[in-house]
């Protein structure tokens, strides 16, 4: 085993989430509602004040920090980062290299990949794709638009 469940929990948004601590080193982690929520392999990890809840995955290396939420159905792994107030619900799915950051928002079915950095108040939905090489900030892309550059994108 990789983590347990301290002693500590708390009620968000109807879910009761439980504070996870590192049981290689002791160190305290974020909350999930659930074991499912975050895998027991690899190197995955959620942190801070981060939470993750409902049928939510979080697993391979991805790494889920600050204020971050992601819940619903969603799945993030890879390399992933989700940072600051980031939320990723739904069946949004965020993988490989991917960054999300300040109040980012992905959900629907969107999907962001690659090495690609979402930020500012960014928000993915529909059935959107946002992958390559790139950043992108203060946009709205829904419906099934696909975003490929190796450019930002800052609107």
């Keep these: 085993m990789k983590y347990k469940f301290t002693e500590e929990t708390m009620n968000w948004n109807g879910h009761l989430l439980h504070?996870?601590?590192r049981i290689q080193d002791?160190?305290?982690g974020g909350w999930i509602e659930k074991q499912d929520n975050l895998s027991q392999r690899s190197d995955c990890?959620?942190?801070d004040e981060a939470k993750?809840?409902?049928?939510?995955q979080v697993h391979e290396n991805a790494e889920i920090s600050g204020n971050a939420q992601v819940y619903d159905n969603a799945k993030v792994y890879g390399n992933s980062r989700i940072l600051d107030k980031a939320k990723i619900y739904d069946?949004?799915?965020v993988f490989d290299?991917?960054?999300?950051?300040?109040?980012?928002i992905i959900c629907d079915n969107a999907k962001v990949?690659?090495?690609?950095?979402?930020g500012m108040d960014t928000i993915i939905r529909g059935n959107a794709k946002v992958f390559g090489n790139t950043t992108v900030e203060d946009i709205i892309i829904q419906g099934t638009e696909r975003i490929s550059c190796d450019e930002d994108l800052n609107i």
């Design 97 to 104: 290299d991917a960054k999300l950051y300040s109040n980012a």
């Design 91 to 93: 069946n949004a799915q």
């Design 113 to 118: 990949y690659g090495n690609t950095n979402i």
């Design 52 to 56: 993750v809840f409902g049928n939510a």
């Design 26 to 28: 002791g160190v305290i």
């Design 45 to 47: 990890w959620v942190s």
């Design 19 to 21: 504070r996870i601590k």
